[in-house]
Structure formats: C-alpha cells, structure tokens
C-alpha cells in the first residue's frame, strides 16, 4: 500500500526555536498533502491543504504565518512552526492524497510529537 | 458545516466479544464515509469506508452501514481479538476538496 513518513518523529525544543517537520509520501505522488493537529485524546484538527506549486490553503483560525507550509515537490510537504510557543506543543499528522482509483483516499503519515519547554 | 459524533470511550471488552462503536453525523451534500484505525504509536489506517447510502463497508471482520435515513456507520466486528486494541476514528469527506472531518475518537482495549 501506499506509505507516507513523517521526521522528525519526536522534537523537544526550547521556546522562541523554529521547527520543521517533513512529510513524504515514499511510493507515489501526491499533488495535495494534509496537516492536522491531534490533543490528547482528541480528534484531529485540519490544519491546511498543502498543494504543490501554489500556496497552502489554511483553515480558519490557523495562523499561516506562524505554521508556514511549503510543497515544493510532488512527494514532500513540510511545516515550520516559527517561534514555537507551549501552547504549540501537540501531535502533528500529515496525510497525502493518492489519486489513482482510491481518489479520496488520504494515506497518514505517523505522527511527530512535538514538545515546546 | 460537516461534524462527526462518535461514541467516547474508552470501551474495554473481552476477547471474543462483540463490538459496536456508534457514529453519527451531520453533512451537506452526499458524503464518503470512513473508519480509520490508529494503533499505538503509529498513523491512522483506513480500515473500511462506504460512499453511498446503504452502502456495507467491511474489512477485517469490521462492518459498518451507510445509513442516510439516521445519518448514522456504527462500526460493528462480531468477534474481538486482543490485536484490535487501538483508536476507532469515524470520519467523512464532502465536497469538491473531499477535505476530511474526524469524529473524536473511540479507544478500545481488548483483554485476552
């Protein structure tokens, strides 16, 4: 099946710090990747639509310019949280469109926990 | 808008049991339908889905119905085995961007 990876998998870092995380969908191509936001024991909250070649598409109530997004390729998408705050610490999953028959069907990536001290 | 409600948790059984895990939800248009598995530590798995009324969803034992007249997929499995122990989300995609919204998530845990 499809396979979409995540790194890194776990990030601690101090407050103030950038952080990127990669999302990469290994066996195919993806023009559309997802980023969502899990709490604890909570449901995942889309983030934005990353599309290669153009600009995200964030929802509302996401600050594009804190969690800036870029798909710069057909395989990889990644998130800068800018000046991560505590608050910003959460469970961050990406997941990647595979338009072949499945169109709708997202494959996930794992998962990074980050944590902002 | 789109919302999902799905049955909290967490729901512990024994091997062997049956399992129900209800859902219902609220949609414009004529959504897809999904469960997704998340074992722990890794992403989310779909595990069964259905795009149209009536429609059965079935994979690994799992079954679940489209219902339109109770917007409803309760996920059902007849026979639980330890292994199934994981996070049950209920989702649904509508919509020209097919963008998926997630119920809150149902933790099971299955005893031997």
Redesign the interface.
């Known amino acids: 099946g499809a396979v ?1 990876s ?1 790194h890194p998998s776990r990030v601690i870092c101090k407050s103030g710090t950038s952080v990127k995380i990669e999302c990469r969908s290994l066996d195919f191509q993806a023009t559309t990747m ?1 980023w969502y936001r899990q709490f604890p ?4 909250m ?1 983030m934005a ?1 990353s599309n290669e070649g153009s600009k995200a598409t964030y929802e509302q109530g996401v600050e594009k310019d804190k969690f800036l997004i870029n798909h710069a390729s057909l395989t990889l998408s990644t998130l800068t949280v800018t000046s991560a705050h505590p608050e910003d610490s959460s469970f961050y ?1 990406c ?1 990647a ?1 595979y338009t072949g028959v499945f ?9 990074t926990r980050l944590t902002v001290l | 808008g789109n919302s999902v409600t799905q049955m909290e948790g967490p729901v512990t059984l024994s091997e062997e049991a049956f399992l129900t895990i209800n859902c219902t939800y609220t949609a414009t248009g004529y959504p ?1 339908l999904f469960w ?1 598995v998340q074992y722990p ?6 595990l069964l ?1 259905a795009t149209k009324a009536d429609d059965k969803g079935s994979n690994k034992g799992f079954e679940a119905t489209y219902r339109k007249e109770t917007t409803s997929f309760h996920l059902e499995k007849g026979s639980v085995q330890v292994s199934d122990s994981a996070v049950y ?1 209920c989702a649904l ?1 509508s919509g020209s ?9 149902t ?1 099971l845990t299955v005893l031997p």
């Open positions: 979409v995540q997802f024991k909570q449901s995942l889309l639509t999953i997941s469109r169109y709708n069907e997202q494959f996930f990536g794992p998962g | 897809s997704y530590g890794e992403g989310l798995q779909l889905k989300f995609s961007a097919r963008q998926l919204t997630f119920g809150s998530g933790q």
